[in-house]
């Protein structure tokens, strides 16, 4: 059963997998899988090599665990954390632990091996992040689950081991520490201008155009003013919205701006391994009183982290970046860019 | 010129080193140096490629930049801060940045090639990490820099870029936020339990057993209780220390425990790539009065982390890590081979 312990200096939590243990040769390098399609647990005909389904979009009918689906949810076979544990807490000598609780979840994004999220119609696209809302308004009801995750890692460098499309979700029960430093700077913020600071962001950087790279009625992208990694680009709702599966009405103006976005990175680039991770407000109660306040000053986005340089001792004993192209810079090559506009 | 930014969010720093400026073509995969020692700028002979050398250890009386040394201290030829810079700080539209004022040093370790840090013998590496501490003693007399830090990039996946033998150092015009973290979890726990909180961990662990990897009268080695990284290990004086710099007394101790530790992670993972990192005080003077107090309650050490995982979306999402090998099973590995100490 997975641990989490708590690292007792700076509080940060650590998944301890003990099911996996990891023996010294098995970290001798390794290929990626691409056996291509015929191997594949995420294509059609395959669907018996996941955990069954969780749920499916299925428009002709068919049974689930078959063929036919056009997105596919299913348990992660390999969970970082596990739904069936009990949640315990307890002392081990000077140190916290918890029972490794949560849900691991793989939304499989298309049947179609080949083609990645920017090759989706915005259909198709609109319907990948509807399920992703789906999952989290789902898992939101299980009140042990502080904050739901969401975030796709596309290619070897990025942490993913196997290529087909997909994305993850991690349930976990607690609010992770950089989401409570982005939740503690946004309300710091909110309290001494009574303002929510990524508003205050989006205003920003429409004043100074220089590094924004796509923007819809209701949806706008930039390479952030201190961006960590060079071309990384934050995906914001220009209208202030707290909760990523709350954010129904324009999906199609999200799926575009996404799909524009990645497109044009993947263009510049040339398909560039990377993360994205969607930043949404935690799971919140009224009983709680905190969900009052929070609705004004956090404001849900994604970040898009192209993997292009390697984190060093540097950044990891500091905590922050060296980023070696100015995100004007970045901004520039991804505005010239051209890309149709479905 | 190099620009620090900040994220206005959660305050982390990032350099923006505007002078390397790369476009998307200079991201293309290439290979590592190693054209080995003829075209090393890091060898004998070769003293002309690096900028002058700032100190050096020469036993046998040779003049500056020739070869004859045991340990050179060189500025980065690529810096990723400045040192001629002027330090500013000013506002740009509603975010904050200052000038890139710093220093970036290299310490070749050895003239040998292939040599690395479990290769020398006591008396060389007590030399490096001499070398070191004067190092930081020097700079810490300017009081423009906030922060001093030293650390070892081992094999390209951590990002080293050349081969031969070298630590770095950066100063740096701010304390950077993860030191911060630190040091107020340290203070915050003295402040409960008037004891510092790394003595409580060398004396858990040394209960404890299990997780120990080396001892010595002064120095220890453990994976830590909430490792992040399989094989991760922290090293630590035995006797409460506060700076790094001023840790003479048992030089030898620190070496032994350092090489021990390395020869037994390179024998139980066939050479891993590594970081490691030198955790200090920040740089303090008396009459910030901060001075009295950390004196008791932060505690140096060594952070080494095998890079044997990728951090992938939902390491970079949530600051938490999932660690595949218990620090427990790692720490029977690393028991279990056998070096000889010198």
Redesign the interface.
Known sequence: MP?L??????????????A?????S???PSPVDDAGPQKCPFCYGHEHMTPPEITAYRPDGSRPNTPGWKVRTVPNKYP?LGIDDILTKRG????DMMTGFGAHEVIIETPDHYRGIKDLTLEELSDVLRMCQGRIQDLHRDIRFR?I?V???EG?????SLSHPHT?L?A?PIT????K??LM??ES?FKQRERC??C??IH?ER??GRRIVFENDHFISFC?????F??EIWLLPKRHELDFHASHDNLRDMAQALKVTMQKLAI???N?QY???I?SAPNLFPRRGYWQTIQDDYHWHI?I?PR????????????????????E?AAK?LQEVTVAIA
């Open positions: 641990e312990r708590k690292d007792p200096v700076v509080g940060r939590w650590v998944i301890v997998s003990t996996r243990g990891k023996r010294p098995d970290f001798l970082a081990v000598g000077i140190y904050y995750l975030f796709r890692n070897p460098l990025a942490g993913a993850q991690v976990t992770p520490k950089r989401v430093e982005e700077g946004a913020y600071i990524f205050d962001i920003e004043e100074e952030p003013f201190a961006s960590r060079p071309f510049a680039l040339n560039p993360n994205y991770i930043h970040e982290m292009l340089t390697k984190v060093a001792g540097f950044e990891w004993g500091t905590g922050f970046y060296i980023n070696p192209t100015p995100p810079d090559y």
